[in-house]
């Protein structure tokens, strides 16, 4: 069932908020579906449904900070609960919208096909639920999460929830990751490790999520800051390379993630739907959890505090294990302290050097125009970047063991060195554990299990003729934590890789992942330092090492090595955004003073165009775009505010653009207020979705306005950017901006911008737009609309 409910939803295509694809079809689709559940689900249920139009606005500091307003949009709200009803309820929540341009299949069609079979499952079965599960699909969250703020702030269910579960995607397929949780609320994870069939969850991902490096937000931040609400966040992270693309199709997604991914939803939700901490689960808020899954079999989860512990202890063994060694009597540790000391400072040294070696590599590959040679062949990056460290790290050594080593033993210094890496290691556990940190438990393995395995086995790092054995030991007592390290590391792989290739224009993805191969060749390397003292010649790996990052070296500077693929099973493209717009620049006195048309182009990675200038030849540098100084996001018609991102654009000349349904945009009314500012009060009608951008003159600032909580945010940059969407049969915005002069200037007191986007219908279309498309080559995929631009001074 899930599978066809899938298909279904895909079928329709693109779905943005407030085209007939999303507003009409789909929603009758969902309804039409959960009639027929209703229809067969056991007495002992009760089914409610209700589609909410909800209008409303709040500002969210995601990406640099914007204010977002939105009307008339669509959530479809389905209560399951109780014969005799229910005052408490836990949440599920997906979303059936898509990006444009793409069928949204994992993101997020197949989560709310997963709903849809949960909520027949659950309705038909014998079993009574203590608690109600209010199933949210909600029609707006590709624009930026506003669907589920008028749910959790204008729905009268909302006032029931308890917690909640949010069905995500960052990739295609997959397993489904635990990638955030709470805020605190350690039962709720509790539950989850009890509940799911297949666990995968990750305290790690959860804390490098929130930390906003990844540029993304989910509904999950909606519940939790306007809702107060704990929750469990979920996603598919599995190949993010053709996330928010054509190639987002129901047939990528295999049958066992879907199967798996609603076992677990399933569990989790029956599991919660008769908890008797839910009704009281503000008793049992306090606290983080520190969880993870082992290899994907089983999840091992415990309070933060018993981490703490755990951390404090395995700290303190590894100082009374070291302490013991340098506080001995000098005519027992051989001048230990000393070469301890020395150890510590070329380990430092020569993790120093590696990074700044694959650093100076990445920059030179940069300036060469080679970016991203690795992101269609993963392995060229391991081969340059990971070889150049850990030759580095092995060079470093071999040169400190050969003329300040001279006459130590080599079995001497391999535990020197060995005891070296413990000390970094307790260093790192006592850091993070100091700053509160749950993933502090990854450096209390690497601490805990060398430690053991040393203790078991000190005697042969003495003993000459037991080395076999000592390696053979050695080896089985490191296994934990290096294959630990190696799931995590591919994880880490696993997501970020893919969001290299859409992370703008100005962060050099080559210095991204040569510093992250380069941390992790440095604790990879950590307990096997040791080996290159105990080993008889390193002649042959140094030169093996550098032949390969040699050789990889020149043929990616040969360009041998394409970034991007189109290959059916799997694509890997280059993302483009294709604007056809027309612009209109007014003065003070209102009058049109320029206006120009053409195709505004941006590349969402570091490559620009370098590679589609070849196959379409009018796309070079004599037409890159100029800022327009004066005026607020630089002239252009952003549609999310990422112009710090992005600051390569193209504007090819084109015709004009004359949209069926063309914004309107003007001054409903200009006052004088008693605290002496300037109301300025602007109507504005076009398609469902519009940006308006604000920026205050000198001697002029934005006091206070209509949007949000009352209080204007600033984008990045200093100007002001609304996100405006509505769905069917809005009516006009209205809205009002309050601007204090302090000292009038005779260019005005504030410039606004409004930019219309059309994303369905005949008027996303223009003939020059499809000409331009069809010249890209079948590696890239080029999101294209047409849009319009009008800017005023006031």
């Not at 302290?337 to 993790?351: E, M, N, P, R, V």
């Not at 550098?546 to 694509?571: D, E, I, M, N, R």
């Not at 930019?755 to 995929?781: C, I, M, N, V």
Request: hydrophobic share 45%; charged share 15%; with cysteine.
């Amino acid at each position: 069932m899930i599978r066809d409910y899938l298909e279904h939803i895909t079928s329709i295509g693109p779905r943005t908020t407030g085209s007939p694809e999303n507003e009409i079809v789909t929603v009758h689709y969902l309804l039409e579906q959960i009639k027929l559940i209703e229809d067969q689900r056991n007495s002992l249920h009760r089914i409610s449904v209700d589609v909410q139009r909800p209008t409303g606005s709040f500002s969210i500091d995601f990406l640099g900070g914007f204010t977002s307003y939105y009307d008339n949009i669509t959530n479809v709200v389905v209560k399951l609960e109780p014969r005799d009803g229910a005052q408490h309820a836990v949440l599920a929540n997906c979303h059936f919208d898509s990006v444009a341009n793409s069928p949204g299949a994992s993101d997020d069609a197949v989560s709310c096909s997963v709903m849809l079979e949960v909520l027949r499952v659950l309705s038909a079965s014998s079993d009574t639920l203590h608690h109600a599960v209010i199933f949210l699909f909600n029609g707006a969250e590709e624009n930026v999460l506003q669907a589920s703020h008028g749910f959790i702030t204008q729905h009268p269910w909302a006032g029931l929830i308890r917690a909640f579960i949010n069905l995500e995607a960052a990739g295609v397929g997959g397993k489904e990751l635990v990638f955030q949780t709470g805020p605190e609320n350690p039962w709720l994870v509790q539950a989850y490790v009890s509940a799911a069939k297949h666990p995968f969850a990750s305290v790690v991902a959860q804390e490098v999520f929130q930390s906003g490096i990844i540029p993304s937000d989910t509904d999950f931040r909606i519940y939790r800051d306007f809702g107060n609400i704990p929750g469990i966040d979920l996603a598919f992270i599995e190949n993010g390379y053709i996330y928010h693309t054509k190639y987002d199709t129901a047939d990528r997604i295999l049958t066992d993630s879907i199967q798996r991914a609603g076992d677990n939803i399933l569990a989790v939700l029956k599991y919660l739907a008769t908890s008797d901490m839910l009704p009281s689960s503000s008793k049992y808020r306090h606290g983080n959890m520190v969880f993870f899954d082992v290899l994907g079999l089983f999840v091992i989860a415990y309070p933060s505090r018993v981490g703490s512990i755990i951390n404090s202890v395995v700290v303190m063994a590894g100082v009374l294990y070291l302490g013991k060694k340098l506080l001995q009597p000098k005519h027992k540790t051989d001048n230990y302290t000393k070469d301890f000391f020395c150890a510590l400072g070329i380990t430092l040294i020569s993790w120093f050097t590696s990074l700044v070696t694959v650093l100076i590599l990445a920059v030179f590959v940069s300036l060469a125009g080679r970016s991203l040679s690795w992101y269609n062949h993963f392995y060229v990056s391991v081969c340059l970047y990971g070889t150049a460290a850990v030759a580095k790290i092995v060079l470093i050594h071999t040169l400190a063991k050969k003329l300040y080593y001279v006459n130590a033993s080599d079995q001497y210094l391999g535990e020197v060195f060995f005891d070296t890496s413990l000390c970094v290691h307790c260093i790192s556990l006592l850091a993070l554990t100091y700053r509160g940190l749950c993933s502090a438990f990854i450096s209390a393995v690497w601490v805990a299990f060398p430690l053991l395995t040393k203790l078991c086995v000190h005697k042969d790092f003495k003993q000459h003729g037991a080395q076999g054995k000592f390696i053979a030991f050695y080896l089985l007592g490191m296994f934990i934590p290096y294959l630990y390290a190696l799931y995590l590391i591919w994880a880490v792989f696993e997501m970020f890789t893919p969001i290299l290739g859409r992370s703008g224009s100005e962060i050099p993805p080559d210095v991204v992942l040569a510093s992250i191969l380069a941390g992790c060749t440095m604790i990879l390397s950590s307990y096997f330092i040791n080996f290159i003292y105990l080993a008889k010649s390193t002649k042959k790996t140094l030169l093996t090492l550098s032949s390969v990052c040699a050789v990889t070296l020149l043929l990616v500077c040969g360009g041998v090595f394409f970034p991007y693929s189109s290959h059916p099973a799997s694509p890997k493209p280059k993302r483009v955004f294709l604007q056809h717009m027309t612009r209109t620049f007014h003065d003070l006195d209102g009058h049109a003073v320029k206006r120009d048309s053409g195709i505004w182009i941006n590349g969402f990675d570091y490559t620009g165009m370098s590679h589609v200038t070849p196959h379409v030849p009018e796309i070079n540098d004599t037409i890159r775009a100029h800022c327009e100084e004066d005026a607020p996001l630089c002239g252009f018609p952003w549609y999310l505010p990422v112009h710090f991102l992005i600051r390569k654009n193209w504007y090819l000349p084109a015709p004009e653009v004359s949209p069926g349904d063309p914004a309107h945009f003007r001054l409903v009314s200009k006052e004088q207020t008693p605290w002496d500012s300037v109301k300025l009060t602007f109507e504005a009608t076009g398609p469902s979705h519009m940006s308006f951008y604000i920026r205050t003159h000198k001697g002029s600032t934005l006091s206070q306005w209509s949007l949000g909580n009352g209080t204007p945010v600033t984008s990045k940059g200093g100007d002001y950017f609304v996100f405006y969407s509505h769905g069917l049969q809005a009516s006009a915005w209205r809205f009002w901006i309050e601007v204090q002069v302090l000292e009038e200037q005779p260019e005005g007191m504030v410039t606004v911008a409004i930019a219309a986007h059309y994303f369905s219908g005949e008027d996303k279309k223009s003939s020059q737009l499809d000409a331009l498309r069809e010249k890209f080559p079948d590696w890239t995929f080029p999101s294209a609309w047409v849009c319009t631009y009008s800017l005023f001074v006031f």
